[in-house]
């Protein structure tokens, strides 16, 4: 019979900011499937095997409607949620989803991708230019890992620079991991407002920009809503926390951090490897739509699976000494932006930022350095549904 895991864990361990949690990591040494209870009583799954994962995302007997998914730590009673709004597709399955995926797929053009990493070279210098002047210590995650990644959704969603501190403000207090409900409501409340009408602009005053595109289809208003609330969610913690994380990750391995200072050309592979290592979003949720035989097990049809995509990218049976961070590994294959018709479709326009900013970043500051003992740097709460610092302290000679 299968191993059983009674409760997920609330935290990492001690001083492995980096690692999934120790009983994640012990539940796959038990194999790559394992019962779990949700706080419902209803029975479940927990898949930490990277083959057994990466086989479920391509498996259209698997669901990713957000009707049926169950929290895997809260019990919200017998509330009925309802279906994803309309344009929301990260939590639809075909051939709902594909109404929204397919028109956005060729939005992210080569043409695109390149005038936005011009732009992007100009708004890492920016920054970095406000750190320096400001002198040591600083936040990295809000002098860096916050601003880039958002100001590049504003590019994409075609925001005035004049509306973009606003914009900002409001997508990070409905993104808030820690804030009380009604506040998060109430942001995400505001966030919809604002862009109902940057969709209406987009439609009367077309720009350059990706949304604007869209308005040349059969989507209503109301899709291009969803879809832009979509790469709100989906592209701004998930690169902030690569970027802050991942700066954090090499400051603790000197040694790979060297290795890349010395060879810039490493870039690529070290973007991959950090996404591996890291694996900032952490879980997924699939439900079953009828009875499925995984892994020796029957699943039966309602049944919600928790997929560790953490814990997968750190499956010994898949990466040698999987709890290194090598940045010359060259095995790849990693499943950080998943895998099957849900797999991230902001993966170029995210590794464009990374391989922009961490070179920008350590050229800048030849001496970067924490400023602060490791283990006082504040690990966002394990509930968060992206793993990161809240914040980075660094310092540098000047
Ligand atoms: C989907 C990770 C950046 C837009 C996903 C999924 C993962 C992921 C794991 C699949 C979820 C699932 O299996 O259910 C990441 C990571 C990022 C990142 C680690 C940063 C390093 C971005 C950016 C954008 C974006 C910058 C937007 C511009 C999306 C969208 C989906 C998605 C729209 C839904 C795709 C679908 O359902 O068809 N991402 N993402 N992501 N991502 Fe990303």
Not at 125 to 143: N, Q, R, S
Not at 175 to 204: F, G, I, P, S
Request: aromatic share 6%.
């Amino acid at each position: 019979s299968p191993h059983t895991v009674t409760t997920l864990p609330t935290a990492r361990q001690p001083g492995r900011p980096f690692d999934p949690p120790a009983e994640l990591l012990d539940a796959r040494r038990h194999g790559p499937i394992s019962r779990y209870t949700f706080p419902s009583g209803k029975p479940g799954w927990l898949l930490t095997g990277y083959d057994l994962i990466k086989s479920v995302l391509a498996d259209s007997r698997f669901s990713s409607r957000k009707e049926l998914m169950l929290h895997p730590t809260i019990d919200y009673g017998g509330i009925q949620i309802p279906p994803a709004p309309p344009g929301e597709f990260l939590l639809m399955d075909d051939p709902r989803h594909s109404r929204y995926r397919k028109p956005l797929m060729g939005k992210f053009t080569v043409r695109r991708m390149r005038l936005l990493t011009e732009r992007l070279e100009q708004i890492t210098a920016d920054h970095l230019d406000a750190m320096e002047k400001a002198g040591p210590p600083a936040d990295l995650v809000t002098a860096f890992a916050k601003p880039i990644p958002a100001i590049t959704i504003c590019e994409l969603l075609g925001v005035g620079r004049q509306d973009r501190d606003s914009f900002r403000e409001q997508v990070d207090a409905f993104m808030d991991a820690e804030a009380e409900d009604e506040d998060v409501l109430a942001a995400y409340t505001t966030t919809q407002h604002h862009l109902a009408e940057l969709v209406a602009a987009k439609r009367a005053h077309p720009t350059d920009d990706v949304l604007s595109d869209l308005t040349d289809s059969d989507l209503t208003d109301e899709e291009l809503k969803g879809i832009a609330l979509i790469l709100l969610a989906a592209g701004l913690d998930t690169t902030t926390n690569m970027l802050a994380l991942g700066t954090f990750a090499l400051l603790r391995n000197p040694d790979q951090l060297a290795a890349l200072r010395a060879d810039p050309t490493l870039i690529d592979r070290a973007v991959e490897e950090l996404l591996r290592y890291l694996s900032v979003g952490k879980t997924f949720m699939r439900t079953a739509l009828e009875d499925v035989e995984l892994g020796g097990q029957t699943i039966r049809a309602g049944s919600p699976l928790i997929l560790s995509y953490n814990t997968a990218n750190r499956d010994p049976e898949r990466f040698p000494d999987p709890h290194a961070l090598d940045l010359h590994r060259q095995d790849g294959g990693h499943l950080a932006f998943g895998h099957g018709i849900h797999q991230c479709l902001g993966q170029q326009l995210a590794r464009v930022e990374m391989r922009v900013a961490f070179p920008a970043l350590l050229d800048r500051f030849p001496t970067l350095r924490l400023a602060v003992p490791a283990e006082q740097v504040p690990l966002r709460p394990e509930i968060a549904d992206i793993h990161g610092v809240k914040s980075l302290p660094v310092t540098w000679d000047t």
